[in-house]
Protein backbone atom coordinates (compact mmCIF):
# COMPACT_ATOMS: atom_id res chain seq x y z
CA UNK A 1 0.00 0.00 0.00
CA UNK A 2 1.33 3.33 -0.77
CA UNK A 3 1.76 6.08 1.76
CA UNK A 4 -0.35 8.98 0.41
CA UNK A 5 0.19 12.39 0.82
CA UNK A 6 -2.66 14.47 1.64
CA UNK A 7 -3.27 17.79 0.19
CA UNK A 8 -4.46 18.88 3.49
CA UNK A 9 -0.54 18.29 4.59
CA UNK A 10 1.39 19.88 1.80
CA UNK A 11 -0.52 23.24 1.25
CA UNK A 12 1.59 25.57 0.14
CA UNK A 13 2.37 28.36 1.41
CA UNK A 14 2.36 30.96 -1.21
CA UNK A 15 -0.98 30.09 -2.70
CA UNK A 16 -4.01 31.02 -0.84
CA UNK A 17 -6.26 27.67 -0.72
CA UNK A 18 -9.14 29.84 -0.09
CA UNK A 19 -10.73 31.39 -3.04
CA UNK A 20 -14.07 33.62 -1.76
CA UNK A 21 -14.35 31.12 1.21
CA UNK A 22 -14.52 28.15 -0.64
CA UNK A 23 -11.43 25.77 -0.04
CA UNK A 24 -9.08 24.85 -2.72
CA UNK A 25 -7.40 21.25 -3.37
CA UNK A 26 -3.89 22.22 -4.04
CA UNK A 27 -1.24 20.07 -5.38
CA UNK A 28 1.38 18.42 -3.35
CA UNK A 29 4.02 20.71 -2.24
CA UNK A 30 6.65 18.86 -4.95
CA UNK A 31 5.49 21.75 -7.66
CA UNK A 32 4.37 24.52 -4.84
CA UNK A 33 8.41 24.47 -3.27
CA UNK A 34 9.00 25.99 -7.18
CA UNK A 35 6.34 28.80 -6.15
CA UNK A 36 6.55 29.28 -2.76
CA UNK A 37 10.52 28.38 -2.13
CA UNK A 38 12.16 25.81 -0.48
CA UNK A 39 9.78 23.91 1.29
CA UNK A 40 7.73 20.16 1.60
CA UNK A 41 8.41 16.80 -0.25
CA UNK A 42 10.38 18.45 -3.61
CA UNK A 43 13.07 20.38 -1.43
CA UNK A 44 15.37 17.52 0.35
CA UNK A 45 15.15 16.20 -3.34
CA UNK A 46 16.23 19.66 -5.50
CA UNK A 47 18.80 19.74 -2.34
CA UNK A 48 20.28 16.68 -3.63
CA UNK A 49 20.59 17.79 -6.96
CA UNK A 50 22.93 20.57 -5.69
CA UNK A 51 24.81 18.80 -3.29
CA UNK A 52 25.88 16.16 -6.49
CA UNK A 53 25.47 18.52 -8.87
CA UNK A 54 23.42 17.83 -12.22
CA UNK A 55 21.50 14.72 -13.08
CA UNK A 56 23.37 13.43 -16.28
CA UNK A 57 19.97 12.24 -17.46
CA UNK A 58 18.59 15.70 -18.15
CA UNK A 59 20.75 18.42 -20.65
CA UNK A 60 20.11 22.14 -21.82
CA UNK A 61 19.66 20.99 -25.61
CA UNK A 62 19.20 23.93 -28.40
CA UNK A 63 16.30 23.10 -30.60
CA UNK A 64 14.54 24.70 -33.92
CA UNK A 65 16.26 27.07 -35.61
CA UNK A 66 18.94 27.30 -32.39
CA UNK A 67 17.76 31.47 -31.86
CA UNK A 68 15.51 30.67 -28.89
CA UNK A 69 16.95 29.99 -25.44
CA UNK A 70 17.98 26.10 -25.12
CA UNK A 71 15.18 23.78 -23.69
CA UNK A 72 16.08 21.57 -20.27
CA UNK A 73 15.05 17.86 -21.01
CA UNK A 74 15.74 14.39 -20.32
CA UNK A 75 18.31 13.34 -22.87
CA UNK A 76 17.36 10.26 -25.54
CA UNK A 77 17.14 6.98 -23.94
CA UNK A 78 17.16 5.07 -27.32
CA UNK A 79 17.36 5.32 -30.94
CA UNK A 80 16.58 2.46 -33.27
CA UNK A 81 15.65 3.06 -36.65
CA UNK A 82 14.88 -0.03 -38.64
CA UNK A 83 12.70 -0.71 -35.32
CA UNK A 84 10.98 2.68 -35.86
CA UNK A 85 10.72 2.00 -39.64
CA UNK A 86 8.82 -1.50 -38.80
CA UNK A 87 6.39 -0.17 -36.31
CA UNK A 88 5.88 3.03 -39.00
CA UNK A 89 5.24 0.02 -42.21
CA UNK A 90 2.73 -1.89 -40.03
CA UNK A 91 0.76 1.52 -38.84
CA UNK A 92 0.33 2.10 -42.64
CA UNK A 93 -0.80 -1.23 -43.58
CA UNK A 94 -3.23 -0.70 -40.83
CA UNK A 95 -4.44 2.56 -41.45
CA UNK A 96 -5.20 0.80 -45.15
CA UNK A 97 -7.20 -1.31 -42.97
CA UNK A 98 -9.06 1.33 -41.08
CA UNK A 99 -9.82 2.90 -44.78
CA UNK A 100 -7.61 5.89 -44.49
CA UNK A 101 -6.77 6.76 -48.26
CA UNK A 102 -3.10 6.57 -49.75
CA UNK A 103 -2.47 10.09 -49.33
CA UNK A 104 -3.29 9.57 -45.89
CA UNK A 105 -1.15 7.08 -45.23
CA UNK A 106 1.64 8.46 -47.09
CA UNK A 107 1.10 11.67 -44.93
CA UNK A 108 1.15 9.19 -42.01
CA UNK A 109 4.25 7.69 -42.83
CA UNK A 110 5.50 11.51 -43.01
CA UNK A 111 4.99 11.98 -39.57
CA UNK A 112 6.35 9.34 -38.48
CA UNK A 113 4.56 8.03 -35.49
CA UNK A 114 6.59 4.82 -35.50
CA UNK A 115 9.29 6.83 -35.21
CA UNK A 116 8.05 8.89 -32.25
CA UNK A 117 6.87 6.04 -30.08
CA UNK A 118 10.58 4.24 -30.79
CA UNK A 119 11.98 7.01 -29.37
CA UNK A 120 9.60 7.51 -26.59
CA UNK A 121 9.35 4.02 -25.37
CA UNK A 122 12.98 3.24 -24.88
CA UNK A 123 11.99 0.01 -22.53
CA UNK A 124 10.17 -1.54 -25.59
CA UNK A 125 11.56 -3.43 -28.11
CA UNK A 126 8.63 -5.09 -29.33
CA UNK A 127 7.16 -3.60 -32.62
CA UNK A 128 3.95 -5.25 -31.96
CA UNK A 129 3.56 -3.50 -28.38
CA UNK A 130 4.98 -0.30 -29.98
CA UNK A 131 1.91 -0.40 -32.39
CA UNK A 132 -0.53 0.07 -29.64
CA UNK A 133 0.93 3.47 -29.17
CA UNK A 134 1.82 4.45 -32.84
CA UNK A 135 -2.05 3.33 -33.06
CA UNK A 136 -3.56 5.37 -30.76
CA UNK A 137 -1.27 8.25 -30.89
CA UNK A 138 -1.73 8.36 -35.05
CA UNK A 139 -5.59 8.17 -34.59
CA UNK A 140 -5.62 10.98 -31.61
CA UNK A 141 -4.10 12.99 -34.13
CA UNK A 142 -5.93 12.06 -36.97
CA UNK A 143 -8.91 13.13 -34.60
CA UNK A 144 -7.36 16.12 -33.55
CA UNK A 145 -6.50 17.31 -37.03
CA UNK A 146 -9.98 16.31 -38.65
CA UNK A 147 -12.08 17.16 -36.41
CA UNK A 148 -10.99 19.81 -33.93
CA UNK A 149 -7.53 21.57 -35.41
CA UNK A 150 -7.21 22.03 -39.18
CA UNK A 151 -10.01 24.28 -41.65
CA UNK A 152 -8.50 22.42 -44.49
CA UNK A 153 -8.87 19.08 -43.15
CA UNK A 154 -12.63 19.74 -42.40
CA UNK A 155 -12.67 20.99 -38.42
CA UNK A 156 -15.75 22.88 -37.53
CA UNK A 157 -15.75 24.28 -34.26
CA UNK A 158 -19.88 23.36 -33.95
CA UNK A 159 -19.38 19.78 -35.17
CA UNK A 160 -16.64 19.23 -32.60
CA UNK A 161 -18.68 18.15 -29.75
CA UNK A 162 -21.16 15.36 -31.44
CA UNK A 163 -18.16 14.25 -33.27
CA UNK A 164 -16.05 13.73 -29.98
CA UNK A 165 -19.49 11.66 -28.59
CA UNK A 166 -19.28 8.97 -31.38
CA UNK A 167 -15.58 8.73 -31.03
CA UNK A 168 -16.45 8.14 -27.10
CA UNK A 169 -18.86 5.49 -28.55
CA UNK A 170 -16.07 4.27 -30.68
CA UNK A 171 -13.22 3.92 -27.63
CA UNK A 172 -16.18 2.73 -24.84
CA UNK A 173 -18.35 0.32 -26.40
CA UNK A 174 -21.78 1.47 -25.93
CA UNK A 175 -24.22 -1.09 -24.31
CA UNK A 176 -26.30 -3.21 -26.87
CA UNK A 177 -29.72 -1.14 -26.85
CA UNK A 178 -31.97 -3.34 -29.86
CA UNK A 179 -32.79 -1.20 -32.98
CA UNK A 180 -30.41 1.89 -31.65
CA UNK A 181 -27.20 -0.06 -32.23
CA UNK A 182 -27.71 -1.13 -35.65
CA UNK A 183 -27.49 2.58 -36.69
CA UNK A 184 -24.43 2.99 -33.95
CA UNK A 185 -22.53 0.37 -35.20
CA UNK A 186 -23.25 1.70 -39.14
CA UNK A 187 -21.59 5.43 -37.77
CA UNK A 188 -18.70 3.92 -36.09
CA UNK A 189 -18.04 1.51 -39.12
CA UNK A 190 -18.30 4.70 -41.53
CA UNK A 191 -15.21 7.29 -40.18
CA UNK A 192 -11.81 5.95 -40.32
CA UNK A 193 -10.99 7.58 -37.42
CA UNK A 194 -13.65 5.76 -35.46
CA UNK A 195 -12.53 2.83 -36.67
CA UNK A 196 -8.76 3.38 -35.82
CA UNK A 197 -9.85 4.45 -31.98
CA UNK A 198 -11.61 1.68 -32.05
CA UNK A 199 -9.19 -0.93 -33.14
CA UNK A 200 -5.75 1.24 -31.26
CA UNK A 201 -8.14 0.32 -28.16
CA UNK A 202 -8.43 -3.99 -29.24
CA UNK A 203 -4.92 -4.27 -29.80
CA UNK A 204 -4.76 -2.43 -26.22
CA UNK A 205 -6.99 -4.48 -24.41
CA UNK A 206 -5.12 -7.47 -26.30
CA UNK A 207 -2.50 -6.73 -24.48
CA UNK A 208 -3.22 -3.99 -21.17
CA UNK A 209 -5.25 -5.03 -18.47
CA UNK A 210 -8.87 -4.00 -17.85
CA UNK A 211 -7.61 -0.91 -15.61
CA UNK A 212 -5.26 0.59 -17.86
CA UNK A 213 -7.69 0.64 -20.77
CA UNK A 214 -10.05 2.36 -19.12
CA UNK A 215 -7.06 4.86 -18.13
CA UNK A 216 -6.49 5.88 -21.43
CA UNK A 217 -9.94 6.17 -22.43
CA UNK A 218 -10.88 8.37 -19.33
CA UNK A 219 -7.53 10.68 -20.20
CA UNK A 220 -8.79 10.49 -24.14
CA UNK A 221 -12.20 12.21 -22.32
CA UNK A 222 -10.72 14.30 -20.40
CA UNK A 223 -8.67 15.35 -23.30
CA UNK A 224 -11.99 15.84 -25.53
CA UNK A 225 -13.45 18.66 -23.00
CA UNK A 226 -10.54 20.84 -23.56
CA UNK A 227 -10.50 20.18 -27.19
CA UNK A 228 -14.76 21.76 -26.74
CA UNK A 229 -13.37 24.45 -24.49
CA UNK A 230 -10.98 25.35 -28.01
CA UNK A 231 -13.98 24.63 -30.39
CA UNK A 232 -16.08 27.55 -28.10
CA UNK A 233 -13.08 30.24 -28.36
CA UNK A 234 -12.04 29.40 -31.65
CA UNK A 235 -15.98 30.08 -32.77
CA UNK A 236 -16.66 32.99 -30.79
CA UNK A 237 -13.10 34.85 -31.29
CA UNK A 238 -12.77 35.11 -27.79
CA UNK A 239 -9.73 33.75 -26.94
CA UNK A 240 -8.33 32.57 -23.28
CA UNK A 241 -5.86 34.51 -21.43
CA UNK A 242 -2.24 32.17 -21.56
CA UNK A 243 -3.27 30.91 -17.21
CA UNK A 244 -6.73 29.65 -18.48
CA UNK A 245 -5.37 28.17 -22.02
CA UNK A 246 -2.78 26.42 -19.61
CA UNK A 247 -5.28 24.98 -17.40
CA UNK A 248 -7.24 23.57 -20.03
CA UNK A 249 -3.98 22.30 -21.78
CA UNK A 250 -3.48 20.48 -18.79
CA UNK A 251 -5.66 17.97 -19.82
CA UNK A 252 -4.75 18.08 -23.79
CA UNK A 253 -1.04 17.22 -23.31
CA UNK A 254 1.01 14.28 -23.52
CA UNK A 255 0.23 13.03 -20.68
CA UNK A 256 -2.70 10.75 -22.87
CA UNK A 257 0.52 9.61 -24.48
CA UNK A 258 1.91 8.62 -21.48
CA UNK A 259 -1.12 6.55 -19.96
CA UNK A 260 0.42 4.00 -21.87
CA UNK A 261 3.91 3.48 -20.78
CA UNK A 262 3.54 0.42 -18.73
CA UNK A 263 1.31 -0.98 -21.04
CA UNK A 264 3.50 -0.64 -23.69
CA UNK A 265 6.48 -1.71 -21.43
CA UNK A 266 4.45 -5.41 -20.76
CA UNK A 267 4.02 -4.29 -16.82
CA UNK A 268 1.24 -2.66 -14.65
CA UNK A 269 1.48 0.55 -12.24
CA UNK A 270 -1.20 -0.23 -10.37
CA UNK A 271 -4.22 2.02 -10.27
CA UNK A 272 -3.76 3.92 -6.56
CA UNK A 273 0.00 4.36 -7.63
CA UNK A 274 -1.14 5.59 -10.87
CA UNK A 275 -3.46 7.80 -9.02
CA UNK A 276 -1.69 8.70 -6.20
CA UNK A 277 -1.61 12.08 -5.60
CA UNK A 278 2.36 13.12 -6.29
CA UNK A 279 2.28 10.80 -9.25
CA UNK A 280 -0.68 12.54 -10.78
CA UNK A 281 1.67 15.49 -10.50
CA UNK A 282 4.60 14.25 -11.97
CA UNK A 283 3.12 12.81 -14.70
CA UNK A 284 0.72 16.13 -15.24
CA UNK A 285 4.32 18.09 -15.51
CA UNK A 286 5.61 15.66 -17.92
CA UNK A 287 2.69 15.97 -20.40
CA UNK A 288 1.96 19.47 -19.91
CA UNK A 289 6.14 20.06 -20.41
CA UNK A 290 6.10 17.83 -23.37
CA UNK A 291 3.09 19.59 -24.97
CA UNK A 292 4.81 23.06 -24.63
CA UNK A 293 7.62 21.44 -25.97
CA UNK A 294 4.59 21.03 -28.91
CA UNK A 295 3.31 24.49 -28.89
CA UNK A 296 7.06 26.04 -29.32
CA UNK A 297 7.30 23.85 -32.11
CA UNK A 298 3.57 24.43 -33.88
CA UNK A 299 3.45 29.00 -33.37
CA UNK A 300 4.09 29.01 -37.14
CA UNK A 301 1.85 26.19 -38.20
CA UNK A 302 -1.15 27.32 -35.20
CA UNK A 303 -1.17 31.12 -36.37
CA UNK A 304 -1.35 30.35 -39.98
CA UNK A 305 -4.88 28.31 -39.82
CA UNK A 306 -8.43 30.60 -40.72
CA UNK A 307 -9.17 30.49 -37.57
CA UNK A 308 -5.66 30.31 -35.38
CA UNK A 309 -5.11 27.39 -33.10
CA UNK A 310 -4.82 28.02 -29.20
CA UNK A 311 -1.20 27.63 -28.69
CA UNK A 312 0.58 28.96 -25.55
CA UNK A 313 3.39 31.53 -27.19
CA UNK A 314 0.09 32.97 -29.06
CA UNK A 315 -1.91 33.40 -26.24
CA UNK A 316 1.05 34.94 -24.13
CA UNK A 317 1.99 36.91 -26.91
CA UNK A 318 -1.35 38.43 -26.99
CA UNK A 319 -1.92 38.56 -23.47
CA UNK A 320 1.02 40.93 -22.96
CA UNK A 321 0.87 42.50 -26.06
CA UNK A 322 5.16 41.01 -27.27
CA UNK A 323 6.56 39.75 -29.49
CA UNK A 324 6.61 36.27 -30.46
CA UNK A 325 10.13 36.48 -29.80
CA UNK A 326 9.74 37.55 -26.04
CA UNK A 327 7.04 35.19 -25.81
CA UNK A 328 8.55 31.96 -26.88
CA UNK A 329 11.56 32.87 -24.30
CA UNK A 330 8.78 32.57 -21.77
CA UNK A 331 7.25 29.68 -22.91
CA UNK A 332 10.89 28.31 -22.90
CA UNK A 333 11.47 29.12 -18.95
CA UNK A 334 7.48 27.40 -18.05
CA UNK A 335 9.10 24.63 -19.74
CA UNK A 336 12.18 23.88 -17.99
CA UNK A 337 10.49 25.01 -14.89
CA UNK A 338 7.84 21.94 -15.29
CA UNK A 339 10.60 19.70 -16.34
CA UNK A 340 12.92 20.61 -13.38
CA UNK A 341 9.57 20.16 -11.07
CA UNK A 342 8.84 17.08 -12.89
CA UNK A 343 13.10 15.92 -11.56
CA UNK A 344 12.76 16.68 -8.27
CA UNK A 345 9.55 15.01 -7.57
CA UNK A 346 10.81 11.89 -9.46
CA UNK A 347 13.62 12.24 -7.52
CA UNK A 348 11.48 12.56 -4.43
CA UNK A 349 9.29 9.40 -5.64
CA UNK A 350 12.36 7.31 -5.62
CA UNK A 351 11.85 6.46 -2.06
CA UNK A 352 8.37 4.51 -2.60
CA UNK A 353 9.48 0.90 -2.70
CA UNK A 354 7.89 -0.15 -6.18
CA UNK A 355 10.02 -1.16 -8.21
CA UNK A 356 6.97 -0.81 -11.05
CA UNK A 357 6.75 3.16 -10.07
CA UNK A 358 10.38 3.54 -10.65
CA UNK A 359 10.36 1.62 -13.85
CA UNK A 360 7.31 3.86 -14.79
CA UNK A 361 8.89 7.42 -14.16
CA UNK A 362 11.95 6.30 -16.19
CA UNK A 363 9.46 5.70 -18.85
CA UNK A 364 7.51 9.18 -18.03
CA UNK A 365 11.33 10.93 -18.45
CA UNK A 366 12.28 9.01 -21.66
CA UNK A 367 9.24 9.48 -23.35
CA UNK A 368 9.82 13.49 -22.59
CA UNK A 369 13.43 12.92 -24.29
CA UNK A 370 11.80 10.82 -27.19
CA UNK A 371 9.25 12.96 -27.92
CA UNK A 372 11.46 16.21 -27.88
CA UNK A 373 13.40 14.51 -30.31
CA UNK A 374 10.53 13.89 -32.45
CA UNK A 375 9.80 17.03 -32.73
CA UNK A 376 12.60 18.70 -33.06
CA UNK A 377 13.56 16.29 -36.34
CA UNK A 378 9.83 16.14 -37.82
CA UNK A 379 8.83 17.93 -41.18
CA UNK A 380 5.39 18.50 -39.82
CA UNK A 381 7.07 21.20 -37.42
CA UNK A 382 9.54 22.71 -40.66
CA UNK A 383 8.14 26.11 -41.36
C1 LIG B 1 -1.04 12.45 -29.23
C2 LIG B 1 -2.12 13.16 -28.60
C3 LIG B 1 -2.39 12.90 -27.18
C4 LIG B 1 -2.80 13.94 -29.35
C5 LIG B 1 -3.87 14.74 -28.88
C6 LIG B 1 -3.69 16.19 -28.98
C7 LIG B 1 -2.32 16.68 -28.69
C8 LIG B 1 -1.91 16.81 -27.28
C9 LIG B 1 -1.53 17.04 -29.72
C10 LIG B 1 -1.69 16.52 -31.09
C11 LIG B 1 -0.56 18.07 -29.57
O1 LIG B 1 -1.18 19.31 -29.63
P1 LIG B 1 -1.53 20.07 -31.00
O2 LIG B 1 -2.91 19.82 -31.41
O3 LIG B 1 -1.19 21.51 -30.80
O4 LIG B 1 -0.53 19.36 -32.02
P2 LIG B 1 0.04 19.83 -33.43
O5 LIG B 1 0.66 21.16 -33.23
O6 LIG B 1 -1.11 19.87 -34.37
O7 LIG B 1 1.04 18.78 -33.80
Redesign the pocket.
Known sequence: MTETVTATEELAPAVSPQVRGCPLRTVPAVTASALAGPSGLGTSAARLTTQFGPDPAYAEVAWGDGKASPLYVPVLERTNDALGAEVDRRLVEWAGDCGFSEEEQEKLLKAGFGRLVMLAHADCDDPDRLLISAQL?AA??A???YY???SEMGAVPTRLPPRLALVMAAMDPVAPAGEFTEELDKALRGDPILIALNSGVEHLTKHGTPSQVQRICYATFA?FVTWNAYAAWRYTGEYPPAWEYLAARQH???Y??MTLVDAVGGYELPANLYYDPRVRLALTQAGTAS?MV??L??VA??AADENP?C?MVLQIAADKDISIEDATEITVDLHNQLVRDFEAGHRALLAVPSPELHRFLRGVRAWMGGGFEWHNTNP??RT
Do not use: E, L
Open positions: NWWADDADDMDSFTSVNDFSKDVNRY
